[in-house]
């Protein structure tokens, strides 16, 4: 992810938040890039997350089961 993509889907909360006022600040979510997705497990890669009274921020994925 690239701090362009933060700042887009930043706004792009930003614009639930005034187009839906009831859900305004109570969506969280975790976006993932496409080559994320297509490589092989276990490679680093960031997800963005953004949680209710939160920033968007990049961080590492949560380890997965073995």
Known sequence: MYRSDLDLLTE???NL????PQWAGRIE???VSLD????VPGRDHLIARISPG???T?????PTAS
Request: a positive charge; proline letters at 14%; charged letters at 30%.
């Open 12 to 14: 792009l909360h930003a």
């Open 17 to 20: 938040d005034r187009r839906h």
């Open 29 to 31: 979510a975790e976006y």
């Open 36 to 39: 994320a997705v297509r490589t």
């Open 54 to 56: 939160r920033r968007c």
């Open 58 to 62: 990049c961080c590492p994925p949560p």
